[in-house]
């Protein structure tokens, strides 16, 4: 039975700890070094199947990999920690270097579920390339953007009632200085028609 995931915690565990050599990065550190020279991490094998249980399967998932633990076969389980602790900030020089938008990807996850500041990562960031820099001044932007164009739509609905379909879509679709734009003229507007010069 596949499992949804819930949150962008456990979207982004699955994205990661889905691809064997992935999960080889982030198992490693947290087994014993007795145990971590045992595994055979080069003959990981994605499984299906889970140990989490039917009640608690809208809540919580885990990945299962299938590998050789000295001569016998055994089966790695990784679950995504409680409280979505961020993954290990070294990881996303990895990423920086893969492409693809994992780096994009990590960078939401980490700014969107914990206390991580973009401020915070600016030197872990600057060490990473121009890249990476860019990444993470596009996955800032898009949080400041989606924050100002929530709050616009808060005040235009108290301010004029329902906001319409199409209103909702220009500003959830508009740049930070145009949000700003529209939000200074929320204070003199009397019509909706007025702040987006319809």
Not at 29 to 47: F, G, I, M, N, Y
Not at 120 to 140: N, R, Y
Not at 143 to 152: D, M, N, P, S, Y
Request: negative net charge; charged residues 25%.
């Amino acid at each position: 039975m596949a499992v949804s995931t819930w949150n962008r915690h456990d979207c982004y565990f699955r994205h990661v700890m889905s691809r064997a050599a992935d999960a080889a990065t982030e198992l490693r550190p947290w087994l014993s070094k007795a145990v971590a020279e045992r595994l055979q991490w080069d003959e990981l094998e994605l499984v299906p199947g889970s140990f989490v249980s039917h009640e608690l399967q809208s809540r919580c998932t885990d990945i299962l990999y299938r590998t050789r633990y000295d001569d016998r076969e055994g089966t790695p389980h990784a679950t995504p920690g409680a409280g979505g602790s961020a993954p290990d900030l070294r990881y996303l020089g990895t990423l920086a270097r893969s492409g693809g938008g994992e780096l994009e990807a990590a960078l939401t996850y980490i700014l969107s579920m914990g206390d991580t500041d973009r401020t915070d990562l600016e030197p872990v960031v600057d060490q990473l390339g121009p890249e990476a820099k860019e990444a993470l001044m596009t996955t800032a932007e898009r949080f400041v953007a989606k924050g100002r164009a929530e709050a616009l739509l808060e005040l235009l609905a108290l301010r004029f009632g329902p906001v319409s379909a199409s209103i909702t879509d220009r500003v959830n679709n508009s740049s930070i200085d145009q949000l700003q734009q529209w939000t200074a003229r929320v204070l003199t507007a009397e019509t909706l028609a007025e702040i987006f010069e319809l």
